[in-house]
């Protein structure tokens, strides 16, 4: 009918709104399904005789049952976003193996070998496709008019100083620190706008918190995200780990408060490619995170 379908090595799997596999006498007006009117898969294999082997399984319609706290800001993401989900091999409901290439060995021993643990920290050199990196743009144009919203935003709902508060213990911590950059070297640098989170519920300790968008990006340019190298995907061993934790005696729980933001990044230039602007009263100041 007007579906479209994919094989996969178990079975056929039509992809769509259940609607479009059906006649056009077993639809209303409107694409109101009639009562009593059952889905005809067997149409598909008698317009495809190759396809006779396969049996159908079930038919994806995903549908968003979550609220997406970025979906009102990075518009220009919204289909990139739901692509990815809606395609990825866990909402298929597929095991996941995937093994790693010889570029990915290269680039994760590599990685490993960079490493190294000293004044009571990691320190890490971030792997990058080079290629792609050098033609990530600044962006500070628009990490400041980013900025002049935030800020615009939080002042009418007085939160801007927690939000202010919350920088400020970072760089306490020493996982941020305070850079001079004159508007001229702007440029040299790779800016990310960022952008408040709000809890306001009574239980919530921290009622405004910064998100970044390392996945920005403008025109044609590539983001920072799209630079990095991701490696392999880990969530395949999600069940294996769901197994032990039910078939063992004995379970560890621990919190690592702030795992990500304790891993020091070793060179320079890849402290220059985290930067943010925040204003304090009427003047502008430039950061960057020593840490990721």
């Given amino acids: 009918m007007y579906g479209v379908a994919f094989p996969i090595p178990k079975g056929l ?25 059952k889905i005809n898969y067997t149409s598909l294999l008698e317009k495809t005789p190759s396809l006779s082997e396969y049996k159908i399984n079930f038919v994806l319609n995903p549908v968003e049952k979550y609220l997406d706290p970025l979906k009102a800001w990075f518009e220009e993401g919204n289909v990139q976003r739901g692509l990815e989900s809606m395609f990825s091999m866990e909402s298929l409901g597929l095991p996941v193996t995937e093994e790693f290439s010889t570029v990915d060995e290269e680039i994760v021993q590599k990685f490993k070998n960079t490493i190294s643990y000293r004044d009571g920290g990691y320190h890490v050199q971030l792997p990058w496709y080079e290629d792609k ?16 919203r935030v800020v615009k935003d939080l ?58 968008n390392c996945s920005y990006k403008g025109g044609n340019s590539i983001s920072l995200n799209e630079a990095t190298y ?42 220059n490619r985290f930067c943010f602007f925040l204003k304090k009263g009427d003047n502008l100041h430039c950061y960057r995170y020593s840490t990721i």
């Fill in 13 to 37: 799997v039509p992809f769509g709104n259940c609607r479009c596999f059906m006649y056009e006498n077993q639809l209303k007006p409107r694409h109101k399904v009639e009562r009593g009117a």
């Fill in 133 to 148: 990196v050098k033609s990530v743009p600044s962006n500070h144009n628009a990490a400041l008019k980013i900025l002049e």
């Fill in 230 to 271: 991701p490696g392999v995907n880990l969530m395949g061993d999600m069940l294996e780990l769901l197994i032990c934790f039910r078939a063992n005696k004995y379970v560890l729980l621990a919190d690592i408060r702030k795992a990500f933001l304790m891993i020091r990044l070793e060179l320079k230039k890849d402290r």
């Fill in 155 to 212: 002042e009418k709902k007085d939160l801007y100083d927690q939000y202010l508060d919350v920088f400020k213990q970072q760089e306490d911590e020493g996982i941020m620190e305070e850079i001079t950059v004159t508007p001229e070297n702007f440029q040299n640098y790779i800016w990310i706008p960022h952008r408040p989170v709000l809890k306001l519920a009574d239980q919530t300790t921290t009622k405004v918190r910064p998100v970044f």
